[in-house]
DNA sequence: TCCTCCCGCCAAGCA
DNA sequence: TGCTTGGCGGGAGGA
């Protein structure tokens, strides 16, 4: 049957040649010659594009038929083609990466479903995939090992293997973990890690003495494979060259990964602990080299599975390359009690569902006992600089806000201050319809849960990572800005010197109750700044960019369910406009009805406690608290300011951590803080008050003693362009704290989110105790200049690049 | 220059 | 003995 495509078949470079041959205008003759491939079959056509696809099949065929001696005209042609695409031809050779074991391995996975139906086994034999994939044997072997170590596949007898997908996989990595577990790993990287700071500072040391003597104790040389029940372990060389065999390295490549939170390991420091098992005596150069090798082909394996991805920690001394789980997650407990993973308080399950306590606890206290940081003094400071600033307010004779005696006292403890916001709320809401009233009850009421007690267990973790929210001082109690799009709440500290400005401007502003939900979202927040300040290296990724991650990119709670506060909010918005006239009435009549502040101040992202992590969210969904979300902003001084979402939506602080002694403010940060409040002054440009944000930057950094008390940080005008998107939350893109990297780096990139990881210090670029430059401004006023501010600390940054 | 890792030698071990 | 398996390190391509 002759297709219409039979001319077309002809390919484009015998087209090409022809019409090389003929006038411009001409019409190809029709070859003379049919080829002497197959018939215009779908098959012919498919495996056309294939070798169209795949140069290395591309060249087997040229060569193929280059030796087909049968048609001389052919002959001719090929060398006509060899002649004219001489150099094409080199350029056609696969290059490397088109060799390389990941996408060797990519092809290799894709003959075999992930989870093949038990009762059909499927068999791979060796000399058929090397022939289909055209690759040396050996590389089959690398793959094989690998997906032998993860008891994918399974040995049966020369040749032959068993493929069993990814059905034993959560087994497996049970397995793995828990004897990762039992084998100290965690200790073991702490302990190289160690070595490496002294080691920086003492170059001479004992380095490897002492390495020798933590290894030797750790009982570790002894170990072998890690076998599950029912899949057998056949290797072939069973005996001498198992122990090192890639599969054995590749479990312990994999528990590393396992019991490291967050789930980042270095090349480095895997290549360690993996010579430090064999033979640490030979911890020399090209042994660490090798190590290193086989470990990029373990971990091209292990990222085709997408079990892991490369990331890069950036310390000190450079990039390093370094792999970041990202496999199922591992659960501690399931039916196979044999496998059964024992929960050690030391390394909290692997799972999405780490709880944020113990993640903040970890984060709190070190086990190390090294100083991390030294938050209490300067927290102290700053609370003392409040205070004053709260005492100038109170008694300043344009005290901004008045406020009645009783709400003001209920305000001072920040805790008990969030629990009288649905006593305020409901106070707030009687001009509004009962309707509305009881809706915001039932949001702020809806469990007794919402109104916060504080847990001693807790109260560490609330009060001490956050700094800023000094617990008797009302004046500064945070705003907590949802932003929807980023997953991410800010909490705004207002300057009560500000709120004066725009009491008057609270148009359309409601009243809501604040979700309790933000009061984990605080200590959630509290998680995460702490986190990136306190714990070490790449291994603080896991706790506190994962669920932040996992959950920007996939889904949102607060998007995919709706919270009650939204529902309530939106209620609310929805309401005639005579009560919001009402509302609005009331507030103009009475500011001692604390129903109109202004969010302003300086934003600190918050992590949503069900953006924390899901363990925790579901304990406190069961207190039906984390229904309870982002709708609403808590004035600092005197109650709770909603806002649409529609307004937060322009809210972007990308890269705004503050803690006492860490500030980083990317440009972008610093462009984004005014958004929030100009988006809020709109409807009120006969302002004359200065930028709300501005200023409230310019407070926050005085405080923090960043800058002399007269010094003013304008808000870049200029900055303030910068289309804000709605993944801009990503701090990584232009921060000069970029601190993730994708392994494609110049593949467009889904938002990622910030992945600082601080170790016990900041790094800082300029030196040791960089300050941040100022410049002059022309009104006389002197700004920042742009980029990330560094407090001589040492930082830690894990890239994905 | 360093990172990454392909490539293939060659030895151990098996049938 | 031939074949399979896989440790190992040189060195090339790429960043």
């Known amino acids: ?86 150099d094409e031809y080199e350029k056609s050779q696969p290059s490397r990466k088109e060799k390389s074991l990941g996408l060797l391995c990519h092809k290799f996975l894709a003959r075999y479903p992930d989870y093949p139906s038990p009762s059909q086994k499927s068999y791979i034999c060796l000399d058929e995939v090397t022939e289909e994939l055209h690759v040396e044997r050996r590389r089959i072997y690398d793959i094989v090992n690998v997906l032998e170590s ?21 087994q497996t990595l049970q397995a793995l973990k828990k004897v990762g577990e039992e084998n100290k790993y965690i200790q073991q990287i702490q302990m190289i890690k160690k070595r490496e700071y002294e080691h920086e500072f003492d170059p001479d040391g004992e380095r490897n003495e ?39 390295m590749s479990q312990k490549f994999v528990m590393l990964f396992l019991v490291s939170t967050p789930q980042i390991v270095s090349l480095e420091v895997a290549a360690k602990i993996l010579i430090g098992e064999d033979q640490l005596e030979d911890l020399d150069k090209s042994k660490f080299k090798t190590k290193i090798r086989r470990l990029y082909d373990i971990a091209n394996v292990l990222s085709s599975l997408k079990l892991i991805k490369k990331v890069h920690v950036t310390e000190e001394r450079g990039r390093k390359p370094a792999f970041k789980w990202t496999g199922p997650e591992v659960l501690p407990n399931t039916q196979d009690t044999k496998l059964e993973a024992t929960s ?42 409040i205070e004053n600033d709260r005492r100038k307010i109170q008694s300043a004779p344009t005290s901004p806000v008045k406020i009645s005696a009783s709400t003001y006292q209920s305000l001072p403890v920040f805790p008990n201050t969030i629990a009288q916001f649905p006593a305020i709320t409901k106070h707030q809401l009687e001009g509004q319809s009962k309707t509305a009233e009881e809706m915001q009850m039932k949001c702020a009421l809806s469990s007794p849960e919402a109104v916060p007690k504080p847990e001693p267990s807790q109260q560490p973790a609330l009060s001490q990572p956050l700094g800023v929210c000094p617990s008797s001082h009302s004046s500064v109690s945070p705003v907590i800005l949802p932003h929807p799009q980023s997953g991410v709440s800010y909490a705004i500290y207002l300057h009560p010197s500000q709120a004066h400005t725009v009491t008057t401007y609270s148009p359309g502003f409601m009243l809501q109750p604040l979700p309790c939900a933000n009061v984990t979202g605080i200590k959630s927040n509290n998680a995460k700044v702490l986190s ?57 009549e009475s500011l001692d009805t604390p129903s109109t502040f202004f969010p302003s101040g300086y934003l600190i992202p918050l992590t949503h406690c069900t953006h924390g992590n899901k ?35 322009t809210v972007n602080i990308p890269a705004f951590h503050i803690t006492p002694l860490n500030i980083m403010l990317s440009p972008n940060s610093i462009a984004a803080a005014p958004v929030l409040s ?12 200065p930028n709300p944000s501005s200023s409230a930057l310019n407070f926050m950094l005085q405080h923090i003693g960043l800058i002399p008390a007269g010094v003013q940080v304008p808000a870049n005008p200029v900055l303030q362009h910068v289309p804000v998107s709605s993944q801009s939350e990503n701090i990584g893109h232009s921060s000069g704290s970029t601190n993730v990297q994708e392994g494609k780096p110049s593949a467009p990139k889904e938002p990622q989110e910030p992945q600082a990881v601080t170790e016990n210090f900041f790094r800082t670029p300029g030196g040791p105790n960089t300050e941040p430059s100022l410049s002059a401004n022309s009104d006389g006023t002197q700004r920042i200049s742009q980029g990330t501010l560094y407090i001589p600390q040492r930082k830690l940054e894990v890239s994905e690049n």
Not at 156 to 164: D, G, K, S, T
């Open 344 to 385: 050690t308080t030391c390394s909290p399950p692997i799972s999405e569902s780490i709880s944020s306590k113990e993640q903040c606890s970890k984060a709190l206290f070190p086990s190390k006992g090294k100083q991390n940081f030294t938050r209490h003094s300067s927290l102290i400071k700053l609370v003392k600089s």
């Open 210 to 248: 002492e390495m020798a003597s933590s290894f030797g104790s750790s009982e570790q040389s002894e170990m072998s494979f890690v076998e599950l029940p029912g899949v057998e372990f056949r290797a072939a060389s069973v005996n001498g060259r198992k122990y090192k065999s890639l599969r054995v």
């Open 150 to 170: 993860l008891h994918m596949v399974s040995r049966l007898a020369r040749n032959r293997y068993v493929w069993h997908g990814r059905h034993n996989l959560p």
């Open 678 to 689: 100009n988006s809020c002054l709109n409807s009120s440009s006969t302002s004359s008050a």
């Open 1 to 86: 049957l002759k297709t219409p495509l039979k001319q077309a078949a002809t390919s484009q470079l015998v087209l090409t040649e022809r019409q090389s041959d003929c006038q411009p205008l001409t019409t190809p003759p029709k070859p003379k010659e049919t080829p002497p491939a197959d018939p215009w079959t779908p098959t012919s056509n498919l495996k056309m594009l294939i070798s169209a696809a795949s140069p290395e099949i591309r060249s087997r065929e040229q060569r193929r038929q280059l030796s087909d001696s049968s048609s001389e005209v052919l002959q001719t042609k090929h060398c006509l083609r060899e002649h004219i695409l001489g």
């Open 615 to 649: 363990a925790e969210c579901s304990s406190k969904e069961k207190a039906g608290v984390c229904s309870l979300q982002h709708t609403a902003y808590s004035s600092p001084i005197t109650g709770v300011i909603p806002m649409p979402a529609s307004e937060l939506k």
């Open 532 to 588: 990136k300040i306190t714990t070490e290296e790449g291994d603080t990724q896991r706790g506190t960019e994962e669920p932040t991650k996992s959950l920007a990119a996939e889904e949102r709670p607060e998007t995919k369910s709706e919270t009650s506060s939204q529902r309530c909010l939106k209620r609310s918005q929805a309401l005639p406009e005579n009560n919001l006239i009402k509302r609005r009435k009331s507030d103009e």
